[in-house]
Protein backbone atom coordinates (compact mmCIF):
# COMPACT_ATOMS: atom_id res chain seq x y z
CA UNK A 1 0.00 0.00 0.00
CA UNK A 2 1.52 3.83 -0.86
CA UNK A 3 1.55 6.63 1.17
CA UNK A 4 -1.19 7.81 -1.00
CA UNK A 5 -3.45 4.99 -0.73
CA UNK A 6 -3.11 5.61 3.24
CA UNK A 7 -5.56 7.49 5.28
CA UNK A 8 -4.28 8.60 9.10
CA UNK A 9 -7.24 9.39 11.90
CA UNK A 10 -5.27 11.53 13.70
CA UNK A 11 -6.88 10.84 17.89
CA UNK A 12 -5.89 13.16 20.71
CA UNK A 13 -7.74 13.10 24.01
CA UNK A 14 -8.25 16.41 25.88
CA UNK A 15 -8.55 16.94 29.76
CA UNK A 16 -7.73 21.05 30.09
CA UNK A 17 -5.35 21.00 27.60
CA UNK A 18 -5.32 24.23 26.34
CA UNK A 19 -2.13 25.48 26.96
CA UNK A 20 -0.54 22.16 25.37
CA UNK A 21 -2.84 21.85 22.22
CA UNK A 22 -1.10 24.76 20.39
CA UNK A 23 2.20 22.82 20.42
CA UNK A 24 1.48 19.61 19.59
CA UNK A 25 -1.35 20.99 16.26
CA UNK A 26 1.68 22.94 15.05
CA UNK A 27 3.60 20.07 14.73
CA UNK A 28 1.17 17.35 12.70
CA UNK A 29 1.43 18.86 8.88
CA UNK A 30 4.91 18.42 8.52
CA UNK A 31 4.76 14.97 11.11
CA UNK A 32 2.55 13.38 8.55
CA UNK A 33 3.86 15.02 5.05
CA UNK A 34 2.91 14.11 2.74
CA UNK A 35 0.46 11.16 3.93
CA UNK A 36 -2.96 12.40 3.94
CA UNK A 37 -5.01 12.80 7.40
CA UNK A 38 -8.29 13.64 9.56
CA UNK A 39 -7.98 14.91 12.99
CA UNK A 40 -10.73 14.26 15.81
CA UNK A 41 -10.39 15.37 18.99
CA UNK A 42 -12.29 14.15 22.09
CA UNK A 43 -12.82 16.53 24.70
CA UNK A 44 -13.41 14.70 28.37
CA UNK A 45 -15.44 17.92 29.46
CA UNK A 46 -12.67 20.39 29.87
CA UNK A 47 -12.96 23.32 32.49
CA UNK A 48 -10.35 25.17 30.11
CA UNK A 49 -10.38 26.33 26.54
CA UNK A 50 -9.23 23.22 25.07
CA UNK A 51 -12.71 22.52 22.63
CA UNK A 52 -12.02 26.59 21.42
CA UNK A 53 -8.57 26.14 20.89
CA UNK A 54 -8.96 22.78 18.54
CA UNK A 55 -11.92 25.04 17.03
CA UNK A 56 -9.97 27.88 15.93
CA UNK A 57 -6.94 26.38 14.96
CA UNK A 58 -8.26 23.01 13.31
CA UNK A 59 -11.39 24.02 11.91
CA UNK A 60 -11.83 21.12 9.78
CA UNK A 61 -11.38 18.71 12.65
CA UNK A 62 -14.04 16.60 14.24
CA UNK A 63 -14.57 17.15 17.89
CA UNK A 64 -16.23 14.78 20.31
CA UNK A 65 -17.18 16.37 23.38
CA UNK A 66 -17.74 13.75 25.83
CA UNK A 67 -19.75 16.11 28.36
CA UNK A 68 -17.86 14.80 31.34
CA UNK A 69 -14.27 13.23 32.14
CA UNK A 70 -15.05 9.77 30.54
CA UNK A 71 -11.36 8.50 30.51
CA UNK A 72 -8.67 8.26 28.22
CA UNK A 73 -9.70 4.98 27.06
CA UNK A 74 -12.75 6.08 26.44
CA UNK A 75 -11.89 9.14 24.75
CA UNK A 76 -10.22 7.20 21.95
CA UNK A 77 -12.70 4.88 21.44
CA UNK A 78 -15.36 7.70 20.94
CA UNK A 79 -12.47 9.39 18.37
CA UNK A 80 -12.31 6.74 16.41
CA UNK A 81 -15.91 6.19 16.02
CA UNK A 82 -16.67 9.58 14.87
CA UNK A 83 -13.66 9.93 13.03
CA UNK A 84 -14.77 8.32 9.43
CA UNK A 85 -12.80 5.32 7.87
CA UNK A 86 -8.87 5.04 7.71
CA UNK A 87 -6.18 3.04 7.35
CA UNK A 88 -4.58 3.65 10.38
CA UNK A 89 -5.04 5.48 14.03
CA UNK A 90 -2.70 7.44 15.14
CA UNK A 91 -2.91 8.00 18.83
CA UNK A 92 -1.43 11.35 20.96
CA UNK A 93 -1.43 12.60 24.24
CA UNK A 94 -1.58 16.28 24.17
CA UNK A 95 1.89 16.53 25.37
CA UNK A 96 3.48 15.31 22.70
CA UNK A 97 5.28 17.22 19.66
CA UNK A 98 5.93 14.80 16.54
CA UNK A 99 9.39 15.03 13.92
CA UNK A 100 9.03 15.99 11.31
CA UNK A 101 8.38 12.81 8.94
CA UNK A 102 7.21 11.01 12.13
CA UNK A 103 4.57 9.53 10.42
CA UNK A 104 5.45 8.26 7.36
CA UNK A 105 8.38 6.29 9.23
CA UNK A 106 6.07 4.83 11.13
CA UNK A 107 3.59 3.56 8.63
CA UNK A 108 6.74 2.04 6.60
CA UNK A 109 6.78 -0.68 9.56
CA UNK A 110 3.28 -0.63 10.15
CA UNK A 111 2.52 -2.07 6.39
CA UNK A 112 5.75 -4.77 7.44
CA UNK A 113 3.92 -8.59 7.84
CA UNK A 114 2.28 -9.18 11.44
CA UNK A 115 2.92 -5.34 12.31
CA UNK A 116 -0.26 -4.08 14.36
CA UNK A 117 1.45 -1.09 16.34
CA UNK A 118 4.25 0.85 15.49
CA UNK A 119 5.52 3.46 18.15
CA UNK A 120 8.63 5.49 18.13
CA UNK A 121 11.47 7.05 20.13
CA UNK A 122 10.55 9.42 22.70
CA UNK A 123 12.54 12.32 23.97
CA UNK A 124 11.80 14.33 27.03
CA UNK A 125 11.24 18.20 27.12
CA UNK A 126 15.22 18.39 27.84
CA UNK A 127 15.78 15.77 25.15
CA UNK A 128 16.94 12.78 27.04
CA UNK A 129 15.91 9.62 25.68
CA UNK A 130 12.99 8.06 27.40
CA UNK A 131 12.80 3.94 28.22
CA UNK A 132 9.62 3.68 26.83
CA UNK A 133 9.50 0.27 26.07
CA UNK A 134 8.09 -2.65 27.61
CA UNK A 135 8.21 -6.37 29.21
CA UNK A 136 5.50 -8.36 29.53
CA UNK A 137 4.14 -7.78 33.00
CA UNK A 138 4.57 -10.98 35.67
CA UNK A 139 4.85 -11.12 39.05
CA UNK A 140 8.87 -11.44 38.92
CA UNK A 141 8.97 -8.57 37.34
CA UNK A 142 6.60 -6.71 39.83
CA UNK A 143 9.17 -7.66 42.94
CA UNK A 144 12.59 -7.33 40.81
CA UNK A 145 10.86 -3.66 40.59
CA UNK A 146 10.08 -3.32 44.12
CA UNK A 147 13.32 -4.87 45.32
CA UNK A 148 15.98 -3.63 43.29
CA UNK A 149 14.47 -0.60 41.13
CA UNK A 150 12.91 -0.79 37.44
CA UNK A 151 16.37 1.01 36.16
CA UNK A 152 18.53 -1.84 37.19
CA UNK A 153 16.39 -4.63 36.89
CA UNK A 154 15.75 -3.28 33.30
CA UNK A 155 19.25 -3.76 32.45
CA UNK A 156 19.14 -7.67 33.74
CA UNK A 157 18.65 -9.72 30.72
CA UNK A 158 14.68 -10.04 30.75
CA UNK A 159 14.47 -9.28 34.47
CA UNK A 160 12.56 -6.00 34.50
CA UNK A 161 9.43 -4.95 33.19
CA UNK A 162 10.91 -1.61 31.88
CA UNK A 163 13.60 -1.83 29.49
CA UNK A 164 16.61 0.30 30.27
CA UNK A 165 19.42 -1.15 27.92
CA UNK A 166 20.60 1.40 25.23
CA UNK A 167 21.34 -0.73 23.11
CA UNK A 168 17.90 -2.07 22.69
CA UNK A 169 16.86 1.24 21.61
CA UNK A 170 18.97 2.00 18.57
CA UNK A 171 17.61 -0.49 15.98
CA UNK A 172 14.08 -1.49 15.18
CA UNK A 173 12.99 -4.42 17.83
CA UNK A 174 9.31 -5.61 18.74
CA UNK A 175 8.32 -5.25 22.42
CA UNK A 176 5.02 -6.64 24.73
CA UNK A 177 3.75 -3.37 25.07
CA UNK A 178 5.08 0.40 24.97
CA UNK A 179 4.13 4.02 26.62
CA UNK A 180 1.32 4.51 24.61
CA UNK A 181 1.72 8.81 24.09
CA UNK A 182 2.46 8.56 20.57
CA UNK A 183 1.38 4.93 18.30
CA UNK A 184 0.28 3.76 15.12
CA UNK A 185 -2.57 1.31 14.91
CA UNK A 186 -2.97 -0.79 11.58
CA UNK A 187 -7.05 -0.45 11.53
CA UNK A 188 -7.54 -3.97 10.64
CA UNK A 189 -5.87 -4.90 13.91
CA UNK A 190 -8.18 -2.77 15.84
CA UNK A 191 -10.62 -4.61 14.42
CA UNK A 192 -9.13 -7.71 15.20
CA UNK A 193 -8.24 -6.56 18.72
CA UNK A 194 -11.37 -4.67 19.74
CA UNK A 195 -11.36 -1.07 21.39
CA UNK A 196 -9.45 0.17 24.16
CA UNK A 197 -10.88 -0.94 27.41
CA UNK A 198 -12.56 2.45 29.29
CA UNK A 199 -12.69 0.53 32.69
CA UNK A 200 -9.26 1.52 33.22
CA UNK A 201 -10.41 4.82 33.09
CA UNK A 202 -6.28 6.26 32.99
CA UNK A 203 -3.41 3.99 33.31
CA UNK A 204 -2.93 0.19 31.80
CA UNK A 205 -5.27 0.82 29.47
CA UNK A 206 -2.30 0.97 26.46
CA UNK A 207 -0.88 -2.26 28.40
CA UNK A 208 -3.78 -3.94 28.16
CA UNK A 209 -4.30 -2.78 24.15
CA UNK A 210 -0.84 -3.80 23.21
CA UNK A 211 -1.14 -7.06 25.04
CA UNK A 212 -4.09 -7.99 23.25
CA UNK A 213 -2.59 -7.35 19.94
CA UNK A 214 0.13 -9.84 20.89
CA UNK A 215 -2.82 -12.23 21.93
CA UNK A 216 -4.12 -11.86 18.45
CA UNK A 217 -0.77 -12.70 16.77
CA UNK A 218 0.57 -9.54 15.64
CA UNK A 219 3.47 -7.30 17.03
CA UNK A 220 4.19 -3.49 18.57
CA UNK A 221 7.07 -2.71 16.19
CA UNK A 222 9.41 -0.12 17.99
CA UNK A 223 10.69 2.28 15.52
CA UNK A 224 13.81 4.54 16.26
CA UNK A 225 13.91 6.48 13.36
CA UNK A 226 10.40 7.89 14.02
CA UNK A 227 10.46 10.19 16.80
CA UNK A 228 8.61 12.40 18.79
CA UNK A 229 9.28 14.39 22.34
CA UNK A 230 6.60 13.79 25.25
CA UNK A 231 6.98 16.27 27.56
CA UNK A 232 5.44 13.65 29.99
CA UNK A 233 2.69 14.16 32.52
CA UNK A 234 2.62 14.28 36.45
CA UNK A 235 2.04 10.85 37.21
CA UNK A 236 5.16 9.91 38.99
CA UNK A 237 5.12 12.90 41.35
CA UNK A 238 1.14 13.44 41.46
CA UNK A 239 -0.63 11.93 44.50
CA UNK A 240 -3.38 12.24 42.80
CA UNK A 241 -2.53 10.56 39.53
CA UNK A 242 0.22 7.72 40.73
CA UNK A 243 -2.35 5.40 43.13
CA UNK A 244 -4.40 5.08 40.06
CA UNK A 245 -1.41 3.82 38.24
CA UNK A 246 -0.12 1.63 40.76
CA UNK A 247 -3.57 -0.29 41.06
CA UNK A 248 -4.32 -0.43 37.64
CA UNK A 249 -1.26 -2.64 37.75
CA UNK A 250 -3.20 -4.76 39.99
CA UNK A 251 -6.62 -5.08 37.87
CA UNK A 252 -4.32 -5.91 35.18
CA UNK A 253 -2.68 -8.33 36.45
CA UNK A 254 -5.81 -10.02 37.93
CA UNK A 255 -7.40 -9.86 34.72
CA UNK A 256 -3.78 -11.55 32.54
CA UNK A 257 -2.81 -13.85 35.13
CA UNK A 258 -5.62 -14.61 37.72
CA UNK A 259 -6.26 -13.85 41.82
CA UNK A 260 -2.87 -15.33 43.06
CA UNK A 261 -0.73 -13.43 40.56
CA UNK A 262 -2.56 -10.37 41.61
CA UNK A 263 -2.15 -10.83 45.35
CA UNK A 264 1.62 -11.47 44.55
CA UNK A 265 1.75 -8.26 42.37
CA UNK A 266 -0.09 -6.48 45.07
CA UNK A 267 2.69 -7.32 48.07
CA UNK A 268 5.03 -5.81 45.61
CA UNK A 269 4.04 -2.90 44.95
CA UNK A 270 2.62 -2.53 48.89
CA UNK A 271 6.65 -3.10 49.29
CA UNK A 272 7.63 -0.95 47.15
CA UNK A 273 5.37 2.30 47.84
CA UNK A 274 5.56 1.59 51.59
CA UNK A 275 9.45 1.94 51.05
CA UNK A 276 9.06 5.23 49.18
CA UNK A 277 6.22 6.27 51.49
CA UNK A 278 9.05 5.92 54.46
CA UNK A 279 11.45 8.52 52.65
CA UNK A 280 8.86 10.98 52.49
CA UNK A 281 7.56 10.76 48.66
CA UNK A 282 3.94 11.87 48.94
CA UNK A 283 2.48 9.81 45.74
CA UNK A 284 3.59 6.80 47.55
CA UNK A 285 1.94 7.28 50.88
CA UNK A 286 -1.34 8.07 48.37
CA UNK A 287 -0.59 4.88 46.91
CA UNK A 288 -0.43 2.39 50.23
CA UNK A 289 -3.77 4.33 51.44
CA UNK A 290 -5.55 2.90 47.91
CA UNK A 291 -3.65 -0.27 47.93
CA UNK A 292 -4.68 -1.47 51.42
CA UNK A 293 -7.78 0.20 50.77
CA UNK A 294 -9.96 -3.28 49.36
CA UNK A 295 -13.26 -0.72 48.77
CA UNK A 296 -10.95 1.42 47.14
CA UNK A 297 -9.09 -1.06 45.06
CA UNK A 298 -12.37 -3.23 43.80
CA UNK A 299 -14.32 0.06 42.70
CA UNK A 300 -13.86 1.04 39.29
CA UNK A 301 -11.91 3.84 38.30
CA UNK A 302 -13.50 7.36 37.46
CA UNK A 303 -12.78 10.83 37.63
CA UNK A 304 -12.55 11.42 41.09
CA UNK A 305 -9.03 10.14 41.06
CA UNK A 306 -7.79 12.81 39.34
CA UNK A 307 -10.34 15.57 40.30
Do not use: K
Request: charged residues 25%; glycine residues 8%; proline residues 6%.
Amino acid sequence: MSEADETVLVVVVSFNSGHLLPGLLATLPAALDPVPWRLAVADNGSHDDSVAVVRDLAPEAVVVEMGRNAGYAAGINAAVAAGGACTAVLVLNPDVRLDAGCVPTLLTALREPEVGVAVPLLRDADGVRIDSLRREPSVLRAWADAVIGADRAGRLGGLGETITDEARYREPCDTAWAEGSVQLVDVECWARVGDWDESYFLYSEETDFHLRVGDAGQVVRFVPTARATHLEGDSGVSPRLWPLLTANRVRLARRRQGLAAAWAVWAALVLREATRACLGRPPARAAVRVLLSPRLLRRPAGPEWVA
